[in-house]
């Protein structure tokens, strides 16, 4: 066994997690009682009558179910100052600001010390599952992570992603020591402002201990694939840094700077062998497991709408396996990947049943265009009275709500998950998407992973040209009559035949399968899809645009839907769009 794994015991955490999920029944009813227990003086719960009581039947009777909306009111007391105890009874330590690339703006909530406590639980156990099956040794992780800008509330809290807020608690690093998680970059790249400035220097920090990483990972896949796209432009120049053992001038951080130069001296043998490696490549397929020969695995979130960044991860990967990192969100944590051996694709997540108290909403997904002449085709999902995690049905799809340490009582977190299976009796969740609609122009409804699933089938007409889709993201153009579908592409190579692009975009329009649409779209009350080129480097400024809002590149999530009240993120859209084409799928 490893020398740091004698203080942590693998073994004894799996062991406690199979004691918990066999008894996940009891286990969440005693988690319900201890939330409602620790924050019984909170205003919020004062006023809905439970009169002390903490079983599940009083507290779905007295506690409604609510949204971000509904906490909105408290949030912002808590922020502008009040220290009164208004959803928790214990004090805030600081208050999460959420990606807002799914919804396009941030949503306030609270970050307590049960959060960090939470995180730690489900990072050691997601460890001890994979390294059961994939161990590693003693060395470094080269991870992308990086904080967001901080600043402080009217109340005087600090208001920072959550990841940051995590990122930057004590239990952190002691956990990451644990778990042989060490990331090969000093604080100063992590906390630096610059995020370009803090990638080179990850890349950079990762080849100088290249022998003695274990595993690259990131929050979400879509910065592993980025930091890889940006490798493949800088390689050169962290060759020839680690050559001369100075610092790239690109680098002007005072702080990245001396903590980077710190670690560097001059290693022409080093750098010889990184060149030879790289133009040893073919396209860069591979380029992980050649560069850091001694690494297990690449690690991150890698389902939902990190799912098409999949394809060009596997070429960075190589021969190395893709493990899908746990489920959660700013708001608290929901599961850990049990099985991390399964492809990405297939991934699960067991509910942790001590961490809060999930209900679960019963969906009945929308009728497709074989059952429209059967029933009204314009409901995108029936809902039903939610039911407890272990009352749950495989097979079937629910929204997800959460009662946690952290302030939340029936919240709606908007997710839609299937139930894959039980580990024991806690069920294993696959992610199925957001729940709001994406795009809806007349009686269509289609999601995320509906969009997602279109463009997957017309990028099939691509690498049959060896072209590569970049990102993409989606608009529902009302100003023109009949309004319709802009879908937005960036491609990685300009040269691309307008026929092949002019198929895609037919096979765009037939992909979405969506009853609705379909029958909108033959009676022409949507017009023709629009699919849109638009300039390379595009979704980089979107990127750019979000770090500028105050969000993290380790939470970034590319918005798979604009509305015009995204305008900024709309203008950098049209104003790069290239090429335009139109469906002619429908006549
Ligand atoms: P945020 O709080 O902004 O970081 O976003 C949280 C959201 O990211 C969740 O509500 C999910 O929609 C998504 N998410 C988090 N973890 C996963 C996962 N493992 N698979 C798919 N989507 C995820």
Known sequence: MPEKNREFNIDGVIEEFEALTKDAGRVQRETLRRILEENGEAEYLQNLGL?????????????????????????????????????????????????????????????????????????????AFRNREFPIGNGKALQFIYSSKQFKTKGGLIATTATTNVYRSEQFKSTMNDIQSQCCSPDAVIFGPDFHQSLYCHLLCGLIYSDEVQFISSTFAHSIVHAFRTFEQVWEELCADVREGVLSSRITVPSIRESVSGLLS??????????????????????????????????????????????????????????????????????????????????????????????????????????????????????????????????????????????????RLGDVVKVAGFHNSTPKLKFVCRRGLLLTVNIDKNTEKDLQSAVEEATELLAEEKLELVDFTSHADMSADPGRYVIFWELNADACSDDVLHSCCDRLDRSFVDAGYISSRKAQAIGPLELRVVERGTFQKILDHYLCLGAAVSQFKTPRCVGTSNSEVLQILCSNTMKSYFSTAYG
Not at 301 to 312: A, N, Q
Not at 319 to 337: D, T, V
Not at 374 to 395: C, D, Q, W
Request: aromatic share 12%.
């Open 51 to 127: 009169g002390g009581r903490t079983d599940p039947e009083t507290f779905k009777a007295c506690v409604p179910l609510v949204t971000h909306k509904d906490l909105e009111p408290y949030i912002q007391r808590i922020a502008d100052g009040d220290a009164s105890p208004i959803l928790t009874g214990k004090p805030v330590t600081s208050i999460s600001l959420s990606s807002g690339t799914t919804q396009g703006k941030p949503k306030l909530l609270l970050f307590n010390e049960e959060l960090v406590y939470s995180t730690m639980q489900i990072y050691r156990l997601s460890f």
């Open 266 to 411: 001059p290693n022409p043998d080093l750098a010889d062998s990184i060149y030879e490696k790289c133009v040893g490549l073919s396209n860069w397929y591979g380029v992980i497991p050649e560069l850091w020969p001694n690494a297990k695995y690449v690690y991150g979130i890698m389902t939902g709408s990190m799912e098409p960044y999949l394809k060009k991860l596997r070429h960075y990967a190589g021969n190395l396996p893709l493990i899908s990192a746990e489920y959660g969100s700013s708001e608290g944590w929901i599961g850990a990947n049990a099985d991390p051996g399964l492809p990405p694709e297939s991934a699960t997540f067991a509910v942790l049943p001590d961490i809060g108290y999930f209900e679960f909403i019963p969906l009945r997904e929308k009728p497709r265009e074989q059952e429209l002449e059967r029933s009204a085709p314009t409901i995108h999902y029936t809902e039903s009275e939610p039911v407890g995690l272990t009352e749950v049905k495989v097979g079937e799809e629910y929204e997800i709500i959460i009662t946690n340490f952290a302030g939340l009582y029936r919240y």
